[in-house]
């Protein structure tokens, strides 16, 4: 059974960063593109950023492209994301997912930000922008 672990959430002033990271469970990682998701109370799920299998391709909704970074480790199994410049509208729970197909790599719009695409995810870490 897959198993995705998400952690680095916490509480951060306006104008801060912090840095995301997710575990996945087994070394199936380096076959697949992963995804970043967050949801905010009251509001439906969010497209946050994606990148392929390879690391060699990535996508941003506009609104954090600038200042959020995708990037994977495979000899640790973990995707990271890199949050910078951070903003109060950025306070969600943030949550890494599996895209479904193995071996992905184009990484384009509207499927890689469409989260039924995505077959497991993680428990979510919650990020607080805040003075």
């Known amino acids: 059974q897959v198993q995705l672990a998400e952690s680095g959430g916490g509480l951060v002033q306006p104008g801060g960063s912090l840095r995301l990271s997710c575990a996945f469970s087994?070394?199936?990682?380096?076959?697949?593109?992963m995804g970043w998701f967050r949801q905010a109370p009251g509001k439906e799920r969010e497209f946050v950023a994606a990148?392929?299998?390879?690391?060699?391709?990535?996508l941003y909704p506009d609104s954090v492209k600038g200042r959020f970074t995708i990037s994977r480790d495979h000899a640790a199994n973990t995707v990271h994301l890199q949050m910078n410049s951070l903003k109060p509208e950025d306070t969600a729970v943030y949550y890494c997912?599996?895209?479904?197909?193995?071996?992905?790599?184009?990484?384009?719009?509207?499927?890689?930000?469409?989260?039924?695409?995505?077959?497991?995810w993680g428990q979510g870490t919650q990020v607080i922008v805040s003075s």
């Open positions: 997912a599996r895209h479904q197909v193995p071996f992905r790599t184009l990484v384009s719009f509207p499927e890689w930000d469409s989260g039924p695409k995505y077959d497991y």
């Open positions: 087994d070394n199936t990682f380096k076959m697949y593109g």
């Open positions: 990148i392929n299998w390879r690391g060699t391709s990535t």
